[in-house]
C-alpha cells in the first residue's frame, strides 16, 4: 500500500554546533531548553535517538555514564522526567543501533527538538551530541523519490566506499559516489572504518553528512560513523552502570549495521554526495588516515 | 539490534528446504594452507557446493583480517567499488562479513538467495590490507542457507 506521504531518511544532529554549551557540560551542570528548529520544507518522524561524547585517548566515553537526560514532543510535551541514558540505550543508540522510538514522534515542519540534560557525574561531558534519527514526509512528487522499475530481480551488494588521506582536522566538502552503469543499487545498510588509539596516533572523530545528487542533505549536521553505522571491530568500551563498568560492544557490525529507513533508491550511473570530516586534531602522533565504509543493500535489475 | 529481513518463500512439494552451513577453512580448502603477504592477493579460489541438492546462500561470517571479495557461481561480484586502486575493491571484514559474538551478516537478494546448482562454485579472492604477513590458516568462511532437495529436481 503506498503510504500518503513520501518518507526521506533524515538525522537531526544537536551538538555544539547547534548550542555551544554543548562543547563542555560541566560536572554537576544542568542545561536547560537545548533547542534546534527542524527545518522548514518537511514534518519530521523520530524513530530513534542516540547520544555521543568525544572519546578520551583511551577510547571510551566513560563520561557519558553521568548523564540524564529529557526530551520533548513539538508542543514542549517532556515525554519523561530526566532519565540516566546510560541505562535507556544499548551504548547509547551508537554503532548502528539507535534507540526505538515507537509510536515514532512527528514534529511539524519549523517545530522545534527540546532537550534538557544534566551531569551528575565526576567529569565534564565534551562535545556532548544528540542524535534523532528518522524520516521527512513530502507530499509526492515534491521531492525526487526514486524507486524500483515495475519487474526487477534484485541481488545482494556492497561498496566499498575508499578514502585517502584523510587529514588530522580535514573538513573534505563535495565527495561522489558513483553507482555502477550495470543496475540500480539500493542503499539499506551501512558500516564504518575501525577506529584506534595506539601508539599516540588516533583516528576516531569522523563523521559524514550524505547528500542525494541534487546536494540536498540526509542530516543537519555531521554524523560520526560510530553512531550512523557502528563497526565489526569496534575498539571503545562502553561505560555501564552508575560506577561504570567498562565493556566492548557485543554483538555490533555487520550482522547488525546501521539501517537507512526509508532506504536511498539510487539508479544506476547516478550520484550521492558526501562531506567528511575529521577532527582528531593534530596531538600526539596523529596523521592523514586512509580508510574505507561501507554501503550495503542490493543491485536491482529491471526485467 | 534489530534487522528486518525480506521473507522467503518455502518450496513446493515435492521439494523440502534444509538449513545448510558451508564452512571453509584450511582443513578442507587447500588454498589456505599458506600465507599471503602485506598488500599481496591471491588469484580466484572456489568454494565448492555439494552436488546432492542446490543451494541457496542466504547469509555469511567470517573468521580473520583478511579482506575479501565473493562472486556467486554465475561469476556475478557481490561487493567491488571498481575503483582504480584494486586494493579497494575488497571489503574488509569488519565492514562486511565479521560479527562480534552475534548472528550473521544477512545476504539478501530476490528469488530466494544466491543460487548455486548442485555441484555449483562461489569464488573468492583474498587481500591483505594489514602491514605484516598473514597466514591464511587463520581465515573460515562461513556460507549460510538453504540446501533445496526435490527427487524431481525443481531447483533453481
Redesign the interface.
Known sequence: MKPPYQQRFQVYVIGANQDPRLASVAAGATLEEIKLTTDSDAPFVMTGRAVRTSYTSSLNQANLAGLKSRWAGPKKDYRSESLRESLQMVYYGQFGNPKPIAPGVTYPASSTLLVDCQNFGASAITNLTYYFFGYKLYPWGSVVGYTYPKRFASQTFAYPVPVTGLGVSEYRPGQIFTVKNDADFVIRAGQGPTFFSTDGRTFAEVGIILRDFDKKPYMNDFVQFDVLFGNGAAPATIPVGPTPSFVQPFGTGPSSPGLFYPEIYVPRNHQLRFDLQRSDGSGGSNQAEDFTFNLIGSKVFEK | ????QFPYALPSAPCVDQTCQYSFDVTNLPALGGTLAAGSRTGRIPLKMDKDAGFYLRAL?TQGSIALRLE?PNR?A??????A?ES????????????????????????GG?YAPAGGTFVVYLYNPTSGTLSLSTVVINLIGEKRYTNQGCAG
Not at chain 2, 78 to 83: G, M, V, W, Y
Not at chain 2, 93 to 109: I, M
Open positions: 539490534m534489530y534487522r528486518p561470517f556467486d556475478n557481490l561487493s567491488d567499488s571498481e575503483n586502486v579497494s575493491n575488497y571489503e574488509i571484514p569488519s565492514e562486511y562479513s565479521q560479527t562480534r559474538g552475534a548472528g550473521s551478516v544477512v545476504l539478501e537478494s530476490g528469488a544466491l
